[in-house]
Nanobody
Framework: QVQLVESGGGLAQPGGSLRLSCTAS????????MAWYRQAPGKRRELLAV???????NYADSVKDRFTISRDNAKNTVYLQMNNLKPEDTAVYSC?????????WGQGTQVTVSS
């Protein structure tokens, strides 16, 4: 059974930082590209960052220079370091694992940015 479990969400102040983790089980993690998405109430799901199985990264303009995606294949975990958080970053953040023939989603973790 494949599971992606996100953690690290919570309440942060504007300008603060959080680090999200997504730990996978049931897949050959190193063979998957990994991504982080978010969805705010009433808005479409937004792709934030991708890290390929070879370690290449790509970011949405909205988070470039503030968020950093990384992975630790030994721990089957992908991370999203979020700095300089803004109220508009408030959303449910979820991770995605995808390969040619499969795609899996986590349940998500809530991030709220408020003073």
């Amino acid at each position: 059974q494949v599971q992606l479990v996100e953690s690290g969400g919570g309440l942060a102040q504007p300008g603060g930082s959080l680090r999200l983790s997504c730990t996978a089980s049931g897949i050959s993690f190193s063979a998957y590209d990994m991504a982080w998405y978010r969805q705010a109430p009433g808005k479409r799901r937004e792709l934030l960052a991708v890290i390929t199985k070879s370690g290449n990264t790509n970011y949405a303009d909205s988070v470039k220079d503030r968020f950093t995606i990384s992975r630790d294949n030994a721990k089957n975990t992908v991370y999203l370091q979020m700095n300089n958080l803004k109220p508009e970053d408030t959303a449910v953040y979820s991770c995605d694992a995808h390969a040619l023939s499969a795609r899996y989603w986590g349940q998500g973790t809530q991030v709220t940015v408020s003073s």
